[in-house]
């Protein structure tokens, strides 16, 4: 065999393997799908903030987070505690008595992205939720629904 067909035979054995090993991982997942509405930014629920209990869809039990809502963005304590998201801006949507909002919070640390859509009515939140994780060799994703009603205000809310 000459140098050239031994090249290019290492050439397609070393492809073709790594085409194996890329047949065997993950697809990514999207992300969870916002309904199309006449989204604004928000500032509806601005000084509000949120006591949810959820029900996550990987077995885990007994979840609780606060969600905040300060000069026209969000926050959830329990993503802040565990990578540092900060705020993000929130949008809204209002029809009658009852405010929908929706936003994405980002990790500046690590590639976990949380989509959140959520309605208020009358001090009560109810929250969809998705928490999904790339990386290059898989996607993982928690999905989740909580339920709760808004805090008293409190002049020591969480700052910005």
Not at 138 to 151: C, E, F, K, M, Y
Request: glycine share 8%; net charge negative; with cysteine.
């Amino acid at each position: 065999m000459t140098p050239i067909t031994q090249a290019a035979a290492i050439a397609c054995i070393t492809l073709g393997t790594g085409a194996a090993a890329v047949s065997v991982m993950n697809e990514d997942i999207p992300d969870m799908t916002v309904p199309e509405l006449a989204w604004a930014p928000g500032q509806e629920l601005d000084g509000a903030s949120f006591f949810v209990k959820a029900v996550l869809d990987n077995g885990a039990e007994g979840e609780t987070d606060t969600l905040v809502f300060k000069d026209g963005a969000f926050m959830s304590m329990d993503c802040q505690e565990y990578c540092d998201f900060g705020f993000s801006d929130y949008q809204t949507w209002v029809d009658g008595d009852v405010i929908h909002f929706t936003t994405v919070a980002t990790c500046p640390t690590a590639p976990h992205r949380v989509v959140w859509h959520g309605q208020i009515t009358d001090g009560d939140i109810t929250v969809q939720m998705s928490w999904t994780t790339r990386r290059w060799y898989w996607t993982h994703q928690i999905n989740g629904v909580a339920q709760g009603s808004r805090l008293p205000a409190t002049e020591d809310s969480v700052s910005g």
